[in-house]
């Protein structure tokens, strides 16, 4: 027989088989534990079924011998005997990191007993602990070492712990190692729960980091400039997050993370974002972009629960005073010039390009420091919508929007220099500033006629720039927006097919000699795309009328039922002038409209001619109107510049002196070229034209609001006053901000017209009239 | 009471009645109120029109007339006389008020109008809310270089408004539903009368 299998006597008594177990089993494994040698050397495979059977015998004797419950209790006894005379005194005895060092040496040793108690009274753990609902060997193990041994000492281990990790975090070199086993400890006695971790370690821990965070983040705010501070903070955090990584858990290192953020960033940072050299704005105004983005990257995380909010408003308020300014001096300028100082033209093209520089500096910063957040294009739209759409004087910031478009699209002044790609970029950037504008209409109608005036004297730079920031229109505005311009463009391509078309008619049928030596050409527009343009009846000279009865002839040949409505005013024509004495005998050619050429032709037939009868040659109208008109034709003929006609008064009629003026060919003309254009009238937006859009605007608006109150009427049926105006409103914000008392004006007279009504109870009720 | 003796008020009509049409025309009118003594811009000539709900402004219609009397059981000019006094006190009852004041536009324009000249607007006005409505002088002032016709819908808030305490103005919302003259008559007012209308 070997010795595993000691004789027992049957039955075995507890007490005997106990000793055995002790004497055989514990006592040896403790001497192992508190020597260092590895227990496994000490015993044989032999000994270990022994100690293993004798707990089998004592669990398995017939009753009354069995012992289980008995010994559960001394395995109990025995751990916790051993634990509080051997192993609490020896881990209290030591100091500092010694007493650490002990703590996770004992515990590690712990563990090994814990691994052979449940080897050896497995059959407990598999037959009896459940039944008699205790806790499972392994549990009592922990239970017992924390019981014993960890309560007394987590305080002081813990702030040996919290003091070796300020000293790292001071720089100093620490045993990492050792700092982690202790945490381990901490989570191992949770048996699976981080529980005890959390509220022995990590709370304790979250607290000491708050504090050291509040203590140095106070100094720093006090010491250091913004970016220096963000820099200490973001070296900070870099370290807070290495040092969790190396310690704690991932819980922990998210909680550390929002305690500094707390702490660092959102509790000071108002105070930094002012400061008067090193703030938020003079960071933004000295391009400081670094540190700009470094600011975002800091304040956007989500333990700072301002967020970038307040910096965004900062970002606002300084757009907003920059654009104000723009806008104060223009206005001052253009007081000045109203009242007839200093020069017109550029002061309109100077504001747009300033505030396109200021638009493009600040989306420059938001997008490459600002990580692109909508909170920051929301502060600059907010900005431009506000200063954008102030009052400017005579002028409207969308007239001066509109007229930049046509400088770049004229490609004026010193745009010449600039590539067509250049221009394009200029033209995108203008979208953006039109987007920011209330009274999208009125900017729709001035470009309308400026359009209008490039296509029809071929002032166009380019037919694609035209096209291509149409559609960039389209894409801010919709379809309905653009559909005239877009007719416009178009009719200018199809009147070019009509007149090739009308040249080859000419041709092949031998109509030619009819026009005589007179080279002419049409442009067809239709008429609901273009602005509207007076037609008049002046009598042309039989060459040009027999040129439109002409092509009259053509175009319905070519058409059904249109009707060609004339419009001189927008004609422009060249004419061979001979016979001119200072020219020696070399003809010149005149550019002009149609008009000047009518007044220039009559005087083939006569040397003077007297105003009125320049006038009824010419079937121009007794009124005010056209008498002023034909003034300013033959004045433009006479001036200075290109006096071909002079002027003068009869001393006949002193009282009709004003319409009895003579006008003769004046001889001594002496052109400086063979060509000679005379500026036309038409051919810029007269101060006449832009009172015109500006009422045609104002009526489109009450048709618009009309329109927008009968829809909402007719869909809800019922509304009352304020709802009806709010939602008025909304429908139309796209193109301009009604006014309300507009609206009320419309709603009174749809009343009127009976379109809607009140209700009787209730008169800020309106009610739907089907 | 006894039915309305309708030949005795086709006898009436007869007598006030235009000698070439089927009315009562101005002239008729006139004596009609000469005989039962009453001024014919007395208030209760139009509570007349209105209980006879006359179409249109100085005349009445043989139907109108007859039928409207025979209504209010009148069958001679004395029972008219005495009725008279009763449609005085029909109308200090707000609602019915309300009613016959909106008649009145109605009845006082051109049919092929759809508003009053303010002319006869102001006139009428001083007749109807002589003594209900504080502010009527002031009302009828602010008219005078103000406007050249009266809408249906102005004449009717114009009630609606009368019937406001004058502490109220402090709270008038001129973003309210009034109509547009009336704002600008509290406009007017407040800026003429700074210190009565503050708030």
């Known amino acids: ?770 | 009471m006894k039915r309305a003796d309708k030949k005795a008020l086709l006898e009436l009509f007869q007598t006030y009645k235009e000698p070439l049409g089927n009315y009562i025309g101005a002239e008729g009118l006139q004596k009609l109120f000469e005989d039962l003594q009453v001024d014919p811009s007395d208030i209760v000539t139009l509570v007349l029109a209105w209980k006879l709900r006359a179409s249109s402004t100085c005349e009445f219609t043989e139907t109108e007339f007859v039928e409207g009397l025979a209504n209010l059981q009148v069958d001679s000019l004395e029972k008219l006389k005495r009725k008279l006094s009763s449609l005085r006190k029909e109308i200090e009852d707000p609602s019915k008020f309300k009613a016959f004041y909106q008649f009145v536009f109605q009845y006082s324009k051109e049919p092929s109008q759809r508003s009053l000249p303010a002319e006869t607007a102001m006139a009428l006005w001083d007749i109807l809310l002589r003594g209900r409505f504080s502010l009527l002088d002031s009302w009828l002032e602010f008219l005078k270089n103000n406007t050249h016709s009266i809408s249906k819908d102005t004449w009717n808030l114009l009630y609606d408004f009368s019937q406001l305490s004058e502490t109220d103005l402090s709270d008038y919302d001129d973003n309210g539903a009034w109509p547009v003259l009336i704002d600008d008559f509290v406009k007017w007012l407040k800026k003429e009368q700074p210190n009565k209308h503050e708030s």
């Not at chain 1, 801010?476 to 559909?483: A, D, I, K, M």
């Not at chain 1, 040129?547 to 002839?553: G, M, T």
């Not at chain 1, 070519?558 to 061979?576: C, D, E, F, P």
């Not at chain 1, 006096?643 to 003769?664: D, F, M, R, V």
């Open chain 1, 1 to 770: 027989m070997s010795n595993s299998f000691p004789r027992f006597p049957y039955p075995l008594s507890f007490e005997e088989g106990w000793s055995f177990i002790w004497n055989k089993g514990f006592l040896p494994l403790q001497q192992c534990l508190e020597s260092g040698m590895d227990s496994r050397k000490k015993y044989g495979a032999e000994q270990w079924m022994a100690i293993y059977n004798t707990v089998y015998t004592l669990c398995t004797q017939k009753p009354p011998h069995i012992y289980a419950d008995q010994l559960y209790v001394s395995i109990k006894e025995t751990e916790t005997q051993y634990l509080r005379e051997r192993v609490l005194p020896s881990v209290k005895s030591l100091h500092d990191e010694f007493k650490l060092k002990e703590l996770v040496h004992r515990w590690e040793n712990h563990k090994v007993m814990m691994r052979w108690i449940r080897k050896i009274f497995g059959y407990l753990d598999r037959f009896y602990v459940k039944r008699a609902q205790k806790p499972t060997l392994d549990e009592l193990g922990y239970n017992c070492f924390r019981d014993n041994v960890f309560q007394a000492v987590k305080a002081e281990a813990r702030s040996i712990v919290l003091s070796l990790l300020e000293k790292e975090r001071m720089g100093e070199i620490v045993d990492q190692l050792l700092i982690q086993s202790v945490v381990r400890i901490f989570v191992e006695l949770g048996n699976g729960s981080l529980k005890l971790y959390t509220e022995e370690l990590e709370t304790p821990y979250l607290k000491a980091v708050a504090e050291y965070c509040k203590a140095v983040s106070n100094r720093w705010a006090e010491e250091d400039s913004f970016p220096v501070y963000m820099i200490r903070v973001e070296e900070a955090l870099e370290d807070e997050v290495r040092r969790c990584k190396t310690y704690f858990t991932e819980q922990t290192e998210e909680r550390s993370l929002l305690i500094c953020e707390a702490e660092l960033l959102d509790a000071h940072q108002l105070k930094l974002l002012m400061k008067e050299h090193s703030g938020f704005i003079p960071l933004l105004l000295q391009g400081r972009k670094s540190d700009l983005a470094r600011w975002y990257r800091l304040f956007s995380r989500p333990g700072v629960s301002q967020g970038i909010e307040p910096a965004a408003e900062m970002l606002r308020t300084q757009i907003l005073q920059e654009g104000n300014d723009v806008v104060k001096a223009f206005r001052a300028r253009l007081e000045q010039n109203d009242k007839g100082g200093g020069e017109k033209s550029s002061h309109g093209q100077e504001f747009i390009e300033t505030l396109m520089e200021i638009h493009e500096r600040y989306l420059e910063v938001i997008i490459t420091c600002l990580g692109s957040h909508a909170r920051f294009y929301r502060a600059i739209k907010e900005a431009f919508e506000s200063f954008l759409n102030q009052p400017l004087g005579s002028v409207t910031s969308a007239e001066l929007l509109s007229t930049y478009c046509d400088i770049l699209l004229k490609a004026s002044g010193e745009i010449r220099h600039l590539s067509e790609d250049a221009i394009e970029e200029k033209l995108e950037k203008v979208v953006k500033l039109f987007s920011y504008l209330s009274e999208k209409d009125l900017f729709g109608e001035f470009y309308r006629k400026q359009l209008s005036k490039r296509l029809l004297f071929q002032r166009s730079l380019s037919e694609d720039l035209e096209r291509s920031f149409i559609t960039k229109l389209k894409m801010t505005c919709g379809s309905q927006y653009t559909s005239k311009l877009e007719g416009m463009v178009t009719d200018m391509h199809l009147s070019r097919e009509v007149q090739e078309g009308f040249h080859v008619w000419l041709q092949s049928n031998a109509i030619q000699q009819v026009l005589g030596n007179i080279d002419f050409n049409v442009t067809v527009l239709t008429t609901g795309h273009w602005p509207t343009y007076k037609s008049d009846d002046i009598y042309l000279p039989e060459e040009l009328s027999r040129c439109l009865s002409v092509f009259q002839e053509y175009y319905d040949s070519r058409t059904s039922q249109r009707k060609l409505r004339w419009v001189h005013s927008l004609g422009v024509g060249t004419l061979h002038c001979y016979g001119f004495p200072l020219t020696k005998g070399k003809s010149f050619e005149l550019q002009v409209s149609t008009h000047q050429m009518c007044i220039l032709l009559l005087f083939n037939d006569a040397e003077r001619l007297s105003f009125q009868s320049i006038r009824k040659s010419l079937n121009v109208g007794n009124s005010e109107q056209d008498v002023e008109g034909l003034k300013k034709y033959l004045n433009s003929l006479c001036n200075s510049k290109y006096p071909i006609l002079s002027k003068s008064t009869t001393a006949i009629h002193e009282e009709n002196a004003e319409n009895e003026e003579l006008y003769e060919i004046n001889l001594k003309f002496a052109p400086l070229s063979r060509r000679i254009k005379i500026p036309l009238l038409m051919a810029r937006i007269n101060q006449e034209e832009k009172e015109a859009t500006r009422t045609a605007v104002d009526e489109d608006r009450r048709h618009a609001i009309e329109a927008a109150i009968v829809r909402i009427m007719k869909s809800r049926r019922t509304i009352d006053h304020q709802r009806l105006i709010v939602e008025v409103s909304q429908q139309l914000m796209q193109l301009f901000n009604p006014d309300p008392k507009v609206i009320k004006a419309r709603i009174e007279d749809l009343i009127t017209r009976e379109y809607i009504e009140r209700d009787e109870q209730n008169s800020s009720l309106y009610k739907y009239v089907a």
